[in-house]
């Protein structure tokens, strides 16, 4: 039952969202500018974070021990995302206005892989020389989302002792869901920090979300389609009376994505290729900043650029996909054969 899914669509159609939100920002162009009205990449982002939550804690109760669990969660993260880094620093080196030994023998190469290395991106997001005249000199801004998931990795451990000793799942979740919406609120609207908002916790409240469906899924299973009306009435009516803290957004639409997730059958087999999701996500933010840095949304029919920006993007996706984090998945691993 849990495995008949569209997840893999889902996934990637909240990877896609992302990179075309960040192609109509990033390339300033006007041209593109329509790509706002059906892409926003907060949606792209919290709809991972609530199939997170819902497949990791799905994984971690099937997962035998602590340890081969943080083995699982290492594997899917890290390979491609310590390739994606030395992608940056080797490859874009070529591209920066300094030349190869200036680049090199600066210490801002060295401070962007370290502090990148352990996920803290925010300290160090520039390389020398890159993208210096775009709207954002980051290399890739979207691998800040990386170290919300990792933190949450580490936390759902916890969150299931918590449920396992005092036996009561839902008092503690409901609680992670308040408090995450508490923080957003203070650090949003009290002191005006956006960036601190949607750091851990201020997202913590989409990933509870998904452990507290998958900890009722047979209940949401059963009554999928009046939940469903419900969810979607409540995020129109939300959205008309503008509410300063929406205590039933991350809910609603927690509740869509699960649901929706098992409401497709034609789409279940989305992922029989491969799954692209995550080369998508941390590939094509470099690729668009290239692009702009040499003015080529300008200089060139923007649509076409954005187009190539696309198949580049899906051609590191595919190969990140079958050169490097597929070799590290024990699911797609073949077993070995009994030689006696």
Not at 80 to 106: E, N, R, W
Not at 154 to 170: E, G, V, W
Request: proline share 4%; hydrophobic share 55%.
């Amino acid at each position: 039952m849990y495995n008949k899914n569209c997840f893999d669509f889902l996934r990637f159609f909240f990877a896609a969202n992302i990179l075309l939100a960040h192609l109509c920002e990033l390339s300033q162009s006007k041209s593109l500018g329509f790509l706002s009205n059906f892409s926003d990449a907060a949606i792209g982002v919290k709809g991972f974070f609530v199939i997170s939550g819902f497949l990791v804690a799905k994984s971690y109760v099937s997962t035998l021990s602590l340890k081969q669990y943080f083995i699982k969660r290492a594997k899917r993260i890290i390979p491609a995302y310590v390739v994606v880094l030395l992608f940056a620093v080797l490859i874009l080196a070529f591209f920066s206005s300094y030349s190869l030994s200036a680049y090199f023998t600066d210490i801002n190469v060295y401070q962007y892989l370290g502090w990148n290395s352990i996920f803290l991106n925010f300290m160090h997001p520039c390389l020398p020389g890159l993208f210096e005249n775009n709207l954002l000199c980051a290399v890739n801004g979207s691998l800040w989302t990386l170290k919300v998931e990792e933190g949450f990795y580490i936390i759902l451990p916890l969150i299931f002792y918590a449920i396992n000793k005092f036996k009561k799942p839902s008092i503690i979740l409901i609680s992670l869901y308040f408090f995450s919406l508490l923080y957003w609120f203070i650090m949003e609207d009290y002191f005006g920090k956006p960036l601190l908002a949607k750091q851990l916790p201020g997202y913590l409240v989409y990933f509870v979300t998904g452990i507290f469906l998958f900890l009722n899924f047979e209940l949401v299973l059963h009554n999928k389609s009046k939940l469903l009306i419900v969810s979607v009435l409540l995020l129109i009516i939300s959205n008309f009376l503008h509410f300063q803290i929406n205590v039933f957004y991350p809910a609603t639409f927690g509740l869509i994505v699960i649901i929706v997730a098992y409401t497709l059958p034609f789409l279940n087999n989305f992922g029989k290729y491969g799954d692209f999701t995550y080369g998508l996500y941390i590939y094509h933010f470099p690729i668009i900043q290239l692009f702009r840095q040499y003015d080529l949304f300008e200089k060139y029919n923007p649509i076409l650029m954005a187009f190539l920006v696309i198949l580049i993007t899906l051609f590191f996706a595919v190969f990140s996909w079958f050169v490097i984090e597929k070799r590290f998945l024990d699911r797609y691993k073949k077993p070995a054969i009994n030689a006696n």
